[in-house]
């Protein structure tokens, strides 16, 4: 019996023996679509090339792609548990080409994959087609008899990758799992029996918007089969969960909860859905994923809540998803060693996230049963939508969580009214509200492709130099002006320009694009470069983004590109940092630190990455004195490219989420006797760590839970700060009148006289106030019965009235207090009301905010005291004047 790890690596070995590219997973998260979170489909990382729009080396290849369905109508969360064979997290093992073989030959491979390579009794296997498609009906006829090849209409069997673009028929291949004399036709695609184990689909239409379809001048292949599927077939399993994907995981819950086989029968949903959502989460983590609120983030942070909520119902106490993690990371790490690269921050990370869910889920359980308690009383069986997203927003209870405890107490949830209240908190908190360089109106698709078809550009695109000279002289094949193409621009003009070739550095891994110059001399034209923009999805075109400065440009002229050198070796010290804090921060703070963001500007520079707390300014000032050490060492910068399995092997720290090519660059820190530093890195880098100068931090902080944030300068940027610095310290010398080195200890003399001189003034102050008092006193009177006082008090604030209020409390035993002062020019009022008269109606809060009104300000409180400021200080005496009436017409 073969393992899930044989029979993929059979998959893989089998296609790469009949010509195919291997290709390895693409990450998990979706950067390509914007309308996918993350890759579903082993065809996701291909969809340019199917649509034209990307050329690769290679015209077949075979995958085993990392898939999530968690959303829209891939949604299987509910179902993931109770079902035998529905996960968030799969494998999708696929072969495809592009315009290379097409239904013969995949239809060959398929069957002889699974009966030769694999060895399934070939008696059980059922075929579909599409109701039409003949030609797939004669080529299964080589292989099976025509009474097992059925076909079926459109839902089935016909495949779309959206409403316009490439489509075409699809054939499935069914295993029946069932006692073979009970095998019927009718089954097929009806009863569980029969598993849906292959999808082959033939890409040989293009349809348009009106739905006519055109045949494909090279039609392709794209086929998918997944990998728990054909894994419970082949160890005779009758659910995916008792396959060895997830037995180990299975096996380590049973262990850590020391529960007997019939305490894990009793409890087989939560030990499925542990298992499920931990490798989810463990594969999303090691991809770059970080536990948030919004997208991709959000369905991690989701799965492991869920995970969580699961494993304290079936008797964990204490963290234990790093624990089950660890199973998936020695069973599949050989096939995706990322999970063995990233076991530190992996196993942190969920840690952590259970750490802090435990409290908020005993805050949100408890207010979750008292809605669904008042809800009973009412009759009522669903939940509002709006009551769902604050269990959400204020007690960070996922829907999907809340859905659940939903239904196990005979509850639904209003999920229009959810979706409509999740709306209208992202449009009133200003979510989405960005731009972005889109390709609007497929300008930049026609024009790449013009320039292609003409000859005018490559099939890889732009030639780019950007690691070589600063300058270089080019031809400009195309302007764009207001999104639309141009054949000239002139002085004023904003423009977008593509050149055959450029210097230019084009904004990538956290690094900001070059700025510089255009000219043509003949023209004595001059363009600023303000911008360098790739336009999404789109390979091989670069614009430059600037104005005209003066002259006149035109399709054809010759163009001198010049970088800004300088800004640029500002950039590339800040880069080379980047890498060396990030080492430094792995060193003391642990194998966890991560990557998880930055921003390389010529003027500063940000790093995010993971860690769960604020790091100390000792430890600070620590990692600064290293950091400046290891530039002071002088290491070289030793850039290679190599292949990348070869440089993940021999240590590089790649970033992942990031897709890479099978070729990658490194950069080394170091030399061949000793390695400081070693990454996957496609920037700008100094030749030699003392380049950078110096090093220091500006400031650090959290960005989102479990990622913290640090922002530095070097070079030139630190020198000023430096300079800036010290003529602080001289300006203040001056002024203190000492020396530079006794600036800190007469600042702090004169912080404590201030001190002092501070409670002396404030004793001063209170004693003034008590001397007041008896004053103040005689002007209490009678309305309806109260004694009431109220008067304008001279040096006092909003301690000294709260004071004085509790001596006439004290004194009088009952009455109403409203006094006020005027502060920096602005009027103070704080009301007071005894308790006797509270049990009559009056309130100090209602009183105060009327008052205030007068003074055109506001304010409120508790029933016995309230404090309001305002704007008008010279109406104060005629706001106190209002209170009687206000007690008056309040007493009961």
């Not at 419970?232 to 020391?258: C, H, S």
């Not at 390389?600 to 430890?619: I, K, N, Q, W, Y």
Request: negative net charge.
């Amino acid at each position: 019996m073969k393992t899930s790890n044989e029979i993929r690596e059979a998959f893989l070995s089998y296609f790469a023996k009949a010509n195919h590219e291997r290709v390895e997973s693409a990450p998990l998260p979706q950067k390509d679509n914007p309308t996918l979170l993350f890759n579903n489909a082993g065809m996701n990382q291909f969809a340019n090339v199917f649509l034209g729009l990307d050329k690769r080396p290679y015209s077949r290849a075979a995958t085993s792609q990392k898939c999530m369905r968690v959303a829209g109508k891939h949604n299987d969360l509910e179902n993931v548990g109770p079902s035998p064979r529905h996960h968030t997290f799969f494998e999708m093992l696929g072969n495809f080409s592009f315009g290379d073989y097409f239904k013969k030959d995949a239809i060959k491979y398929a069957w002889e994959f699974l009966t030769k390579e694999l060895g399934l009794d070939v008696e059980r296997l059922w075929i579909s087609i599409y109701t039409d498609d003949d030609e797939a009906f004669e080529l299964w006829k080589e292989h099976v008899p025509a009474d097992r090849i059925l076909r079926f209409g459109k839902e089935e069997n016909f495949w779309e990758m959206g409403d316009v673009g490439p489509c075409g028929p699809c054939s499935e291949i069914h295993y029946y799992l069932g006692d073979i004399e009970d095998m019927v036709p009718e089954g097929v695609n009806v009863e569980d029996d029969y598993l849906e184990i292959w999808n082959l689909v033939f890409m040989q239409f293009e349809k348009d918007a009106t739905g006519e379809m055109t045949p494909l001048p090279r039609p392709s292949i794209d086929t998918g089969m997944g990998l728990e599927r054909i894994t419970q077939v082949i160890q005779g399993k009758t659910n995916n969960y008792d396959t060895d994907l997830f037995t180990p995981a299975m096996d380590m819950v049973q262990e850590l909860l020391r529960h007997s086989d019939e305490d894990r029968a009793e409890n087989l949903v939560g030990y499925r859905v542990i298992a499920d959502h931990v490798r989810a989460a463990t594969f999303m983590i090691a991809d770059g994923v970080r536990p948030g609120n919004d997208g991709a983030d959000y369905v991690l942070r989701m799965v492991m809540r869920r995970a969580a909520r699961f494993g304290r119902e079936i008797g964990f106490t204490e963290p234990f998803m790093a624990q089950v993690a660890h199973a998936y990371i020695q069973h599949m790490g050989e096939a995706y060693p990322e999970i063995i690269q990233k076991a530190d921050n992996i196993k942190y990370t969920l840690t952590q996230e259970e750490e802090k869910f435990e409290g908020v889920l005993d805050r949100a359980t408890v207010h979750l049963e008292r809605i669904l308690n008042d809800l009973r009383e009412k009759d009522v069986a669903q939940i509002p939508g709006d009551t769902a997203f604050d269990l959400l927003q204020t007690y960070g209870l996922p829907i999907e969580i809340t859905r659940d405890v939903a239904q196990e107490h005979n509850f639904t949830i209003d999920e229009e009214g959810y979706i409509a209240a999740r709306a209208a908190h992202k449009l009133a908190s200003g979510a989405g509200a960005f731009q972005s360089y889109e390709t609007e109106g497929n300008v930049y698709i026609t024009l790449v492709n013009d320039l292609k078809e003409d000859g005018k550009l490559p099939a890889e695109g732009v030639h780019q130099e950007q690691y070589g000279e600063p300058r270089m002289e080019s031809q400009i094949l195309a302007l764009v002006k207001e999104g639309e193409r141009s054949d000239i621009a002139r002085e004023g003009d904003k423009v977008e320009i593509v050149t055959a070739a450029t210097p230019f550095y084009v904004e990538s891994g956290g690094q900001t694009s070059d700025k510089g110059t255009m000219s043509v001399a003949t023209k004595g034209a001059q363009i600023r470069v303000e911008d360098m923009v790739k336009p999404k999805g789109i390979d091989g075109l670069i614009m430059h983004v600037g104005t005209v400065l003066q002259g006149e440009i035109e399709i054809g002229d010759t163009v001198m590109l010049r970088v800004d050198n300088q800004r640029r070796n500002d950039i590339r010290r800040n880069h080379t940092a980047t890498h060396i804090l990030h080492e430094e921060l792995r060193r003391h703070l642990g194998k966890h630190v991560t990557q998880a963001g930055s921003l390389v500007a010529p003027d500063r520079l940000r790093f995010d990455f993971t860690h769960g707390e604020a790091v100390g300014s000792e430890m600070m000032a620590t990692i600064e004195k290293d950091i400046n050490e290891a530039i002071g060492a002088n290491y070289p910068i030793v850039i290679e490219s190599m292949d990348k399995n070869q440089a993940i092997e021999n240590g590089a720290m790649a970033l992942f989420g990031e897709k890479y090519g099978d070729t990658v660059r490194t950069v080394k820190i170091g030399d061949n006797k000793s390695t400081y530093s070693f990454e996957l890195c496609g920037g700008l880098h100094v030749t030699e760590t003392n380049d950078i100068n110096q090093f220091i931090f500006l400031n650090e902080g959290s960005v989102s839970a479990g990622v913290r944030r640090v922002e530095a300068i070097t070079g030139r940027a630190a020198r000023e700060y430096v300079t800036e610095k010290l003529a602080l310290i001289n300006r203040l010398s001056g002024t203190l009148n000492v020396k530079s080195d006794e600036v800190e200890g007469r600042l702090e003399a004169l912080i404590n006289e201030n001190r002092d001189l501070k409670k002396e003034l404030d004793a001063v102050k209170k004693e003034s106030l008590v001397g007041q008092l008896d004053s103040v006193l005689e002007q209490v009177t009678q309305v309806a019965g109260v004694n009431l006082l109220t008067a304008v008090v001279d040096g006092a604030d909003s301690d000294g009235l709260r004071d004085l209020t509790d001596r006439f409390r004290d004194k009088a035993g009952s009455g109403v207090a409203v006094l006020g002062t005027v502060n920096d020019g602005r009027p103070l009022l704080v009301a007071a009301v005894t308790k006797d008269l509270i049990d009559r109606g009056l309130h100090a809060g209602n009183i105060i905010r009327e008052v205030a009104k007068v003074v055109g300000g506001g304010g409120g409180g508790r029933p016995n005291l309230a404090q309001a400021g305002g704007k008008d200080a010279d109406k104060l005496p005629e706001a106190l004047a209002i209170v009687p009436g206000l007690i008056e017409s309040n007493i009961q």
